[in-house]
């Protein structure tokens, strides 16, 4: 069982930039791969970037390429989402998840969810 916190959410001016973490519980956070996925009203929760148990791999939606980057910190059972340039379009819940298969953006494939976190950007 893994339980994951989110926490950085907040109200930003476009072009401005959050940090988001995840905190997990438990002494296996190392292996699982991470993912930050993110909900806007009224649409699905789509991937926004993963990476691998070991943080040497990461993949991002192409909307967010160049502007977010994806981290852990496995000693501190930590992922991180840094996101820069942010625009109105990001505005969205932003939840972490966690699989144990290796890194992927399928949503279905990820195991464990935190409660998420709100992200607004104002224009």
């Known amino acids: 069982q893994v339980q994951l916190v989110e926490s950085g959410g907040g109200l930003v001016q476009a072009g401005g930039s959050l940090r988001l973490s995840c905190a997990a519980s438990g002494r296996t956070f190392s292996s699982y791969a991470m993912g930050w996925f993110r909900q806007a009203p009224g649409k699905e929760r789509e991937f926004v970037a993963a990476?691998?148990?070991?943080?040497?791999?990461?993949y991002y939606v192409d909307s967010v390429k160049g502007r977010f980057t994806i981290s852990r910190d496995n000693a501190k059972n930590t992922v991180y989402l840094q996101m820069n340039s942010l625009k109105p379009e990001d505005t969205a819940v932003y939840y972490c998840a966690a699989t144990s298969l290796i890194v992927t953006p399928v949503k279905s494939e990820y195991d464990y969810w935190g409660q998420g976190t709100q992200v607004t950007v104002s224009s």
């Open positions: 990476i691998s148990r070991n943080g040497g791999r990461t």
